[in-house]
Structure formats: C-alpha cells, structure tokens
C-alpha cells in the first residue's frame, strides 16, 4: 500500500521562475494539504483541497495556487519565484479534512 | 488563531537516559493536540495525538505525553532513549472548530542521542 508520494523529490529554479509540485495521496484518501516547511522551522499551512475545491488557505500570497484532480492528486503552483520560497514544500493526506495527516517525504526547491 | 512554542531548540542526550521535549501553546479555542517525528530526509510521522480523554497518551515506541490544560502544555517523555530516537519532533494543534482543519506547528526540537 502506497503511502503519499510527491515528486521531484528536488527542484533547482530561478527568481521570477514558476514552478509545479505534484503529489499523490494515500490509496483511500480524498483530501490533499500542502505545508512549506523552510529550513529550521516548523511547517507552515498553505491550502487544503477536497472535492476538488480549496477548502482552507494559510497566510500564503496568491503567488501560491493548487488544484485537485478527479482521482484525489494534487498539484501546487508557485508564480514568480522569490529566493525566500526556497522551502521543503510537504503534502499529507486524509480521509475526509478533519483526519489525521499522512505526509510525504516533500520536495525540497531551492530558488536561486 | 493558535500558535505553539518549544521550548527546547536543541536536546543531546545519552543512549538509556530520560528525555523530555516541552511545547506550550496558545489558542482561543480547545485544541486536538499532536507530536510529529521527523527522521533526516523524511516526512513527518504522527508519533502520538491527545484528543479527549485521559490526559496522558502513549505512542507505540515508548514516549508519552501529558494535556495540562491550565498550563496550555503538552510536554512529550521518554524514560529511556535510544540512538534510533535521533530526530526532530514537532508539537502541533489543530482546533476544535468546524471547517478549520489546518495544523499549527512549532518550530521543531531536534533531539541527539550519543552512545
């Protein structure tokens, strides 16, 4: 049984560069969260989709967008790329948005 | 709004010693409470959760950790760690509030522990 899986598991990218994130949730779970989690700190809440809708959204610019797709995957988009966004970005997923989280093992985007 | 504080950055600690990580929080509301692990290169592991109920809650591997509301704490225990316990933990809330489904975390407590 798959647990979360994102991918890349590493990204390189410019300022002003865009970039896109993917992850697959647990088999069974329909709700996708994302959370950047920048070095030596505790992760932070971007979004949460279920049913293909944001449901939630943390203190993040619009810069920061997502989507969920019919079979429960998820994609986080992030515009104009500032050397501050350098993060390990996580996805954990659930069963329905109140259950407890699965997370992924993230993707760590370095912006240069 | 919650927020959560550790109080410990960093803890180094011997191989069969006691550890205790400490976590303070804030919140206007009644709060789920949480203990993640994050191993190097890894994602986070739900370690132990308070929900409601006793206010002491055990994980599978040994640690503990007790609810003192009138403290807002959740200070998470282990009698006697090992060298696989190398980590960083993560205190967490989320609050008991219809359709605000998002953890709050703090900064993270990296625990060492030597041979």
């Known amino acids: 049984d798959a647990g979360v899986t994102q991918s890349p598991t590493h990204l390189i990218k410019t300022r002003g560069q865009q970039v896109t994130l993917r992850c697959s949730p647990k088999s069974g779970h329909d709700t996708v969260s994302w959370y950047q989690q920048a070095l030596g700190q505790g992760p932070q809440f971007i979004f949460q989709?279920?049913?293909?809708?944001?449901?939630q959204r943390g203190n993040f610019p619009d810069r920061f967008s997502g989507h969920q797709f019919p079979n429960y995957s998820s994609e986080l988009n992030v515009n104009a790329l500032l050397l501050g966004d350098s993060a390990l970005y996580l996805c954990a997923s659930s069963k329905g948005p109140g259950s407890p989280l699965h997370f992924g093992n993230g993707t760590r985007l370095t912006v240069t | 709004a919650q927020s959560v504080t550790q109080l410990d950055s960093q803890v180094p600690v011997f191989e069969e010693a006691p550890v205790e990580l400490r976590c303070n929080y804030s919140s206007s509301v009644s709060v789920y409470l949480f203990w993640y692990v994050q191993y190097p290169n890894q994602g986070l592991q739900l370690l132990l959760k308070?929900?409601?109920?006793?206010?002491l809650v055990e994980s599978i591997n040994g640690f503990e950790a007790e609810f003192n509301k009138s403290q807002t704490s959740f200070h998470l225990r282990k009698p006697s760690v090992h060298i696989s316990d190398t980590a960083e933990y993560f205190c967490a809330v989320s609050p008991l509030t219809t359709n605000d489904y998002k953890l709050s975390f703090g900064a993270g407590t990296t625990v060492t522990v030597r041979a």
């Open positions: 308070y929900l409601s109920g006793s206010t």
């Open positions: 989709y279920y049913e293909e809708e944001e449901r």
